[in-house]
């Protein structure tokens, strides 16, 4: 019903439109269109362990779609076994100037430079309080893009801390390529730096939170064994493969249009090949020493089953999500179950 009656007249509107539109109506009317989708498959077969952590099933929400923490209790509803919330930045900011969100149509995919637009750390640990404990909560964080890079970490620090009673798990978004000085956020060094004073202040609590690093899919080999060796030494718990790409070969799109949108990120089906082998890749040569949350391009149960035979312990949607609908999640567990 999704694909064939509710996607066409969604995406007849402009996408951020339709995302505000979207939450609206979940918020509001969430018993309503759980009559009109389909019921969650729940199953003790599809429980995961990953990094100490009980997941109801291994299928979740990548952050981007419910930045602000308003959806994760009806977006569990829905059937995810964790959502991911945020970026969120220390301080609410705008992002970039729209128009910054775009359907590649042709290609299955989105680009977007929404550059971190939330309402900030304060107002999502506000909506974190009525969380109602169903779900799996995973907190994406990332700095202002006004921050000046000496005070990188400082932000990456308060938003940890803040939010830190609040959410199960945490990411570091260093990899976006929508904001400011994208290149010492990936800069091994400076990561090895970041990493080591969250890792401070995760110690230094009662109960210590997991975290992981989220990398992006336009890494070369090197630059992939770097990481194996800075995740071996900093013992972080795990690492999300991958955000969006800033490579726009082999698209379906032309030319023309891809310039008229400009600058982004790519999701959806173009990247789901790179994501894949960069999962196989970081598996395979650390041995699995570590867990995966396989992102990127995941459209059908076939795609998701890829990335975990690959090596990913857990999968995210995003855009697969946008395109396919919430019948998704069911398909990707459905076949875990006929798996065994």
């Known amino acids: ?49 990953v990094f100490g952590l009980k997941f109801k099933n291994p299928v979740g929400l ?42 590649l149509i042709e290609d299955g995919g989105i680009i977007n430079r929404m550059g971190f637009n939330n309402d900030g750390l304060e107002a999502a640990i506000e909506k974190l309080k009525g969380n109602k404990g169903k779900i799996v909560i995973g907190g994406n964080i990332g700095k202002n893009t006004n921050t000046s890079p000496e005070n990188y970490t400082q ?14 798990y945490f990411v570091l978004n260093v990899s976006c390529p929508n904001v400011g000085s994208h290149a010492k956020l990936e800069d091994v060094e400076y990561l090895r730096e970041l990493i080591t004073e969250v890792k401070k202040i995760n110690q230094s609590k009662p109960a210590q939170k997991p975290i992981l690093l989220k990398i992006a899919p336009d890494l070369n080999n090197n630059q992939l064994d770097e990481i194996i060796e800075l995740i071996a030494e900093t013992k972080i718990d795990g690492i999300v493969v991958s955000n969006t790409s800033v490579n726009r070969e082999g698209l ?9 949108i400009g600058n982004g990120g790519l999701s ?32 059908s149960a076939k795609d998701a089953l890829e990335k975990l035979d690959a090596g990913a312990s857990l999968v995210q949607l995003y855009t ?21």
């Open 252 to 260: 379906k799109t032309s030319t023309e249009v891809l310039q008229q």
């Open 320 to 340: 697969g999500f946008i395109y396919e609908g919430p019948q998704l999640i069911n398909d990707i567990n459905t076949a875990l179950l006929k798996r065994g």
């Open 268 to 299: 959806g089906k173009p990247i789901r090949e790179r994501s894949t082998k960069i999962i196989k890749y970081l598996s395979d040569k650390s041995n699995r020493a570590f867990p995966i949350i396989g992102v990127g391009g995941i459209h």
């Open 155 to 168: 932000d990456y620090l308060e938003c940890f801390e803040g939010l830190h009673p609040y959410v199960d």
């Open 1 to 49: 019903m999704y694909k064939s009656l509710i996607r066409p007249i969604l995406f007849k509107f402009d996408p951020e439109e339709v995302h505000h539109f979207t939450f609206s109506v979940l918020k509001n009317f969430g018993f309503l269109t759980r009559l009109f989708l389909p019921k969650p498959i729940e199953d003790k077969r599809l429980e995961r362990e």
């Open 62 to 103: 990548a952050a981007g779609f419910d930045k602000n923490a308003v959806l994760f209790n009806e977006l569990g509803d829905l059937g995810f076994g964790f959502v991911e919330i945020g970026t969120v930045t220390p301080k609410a900011q705008a992002g970039n100037p729209k128009k910054r969100l775009f359907r």
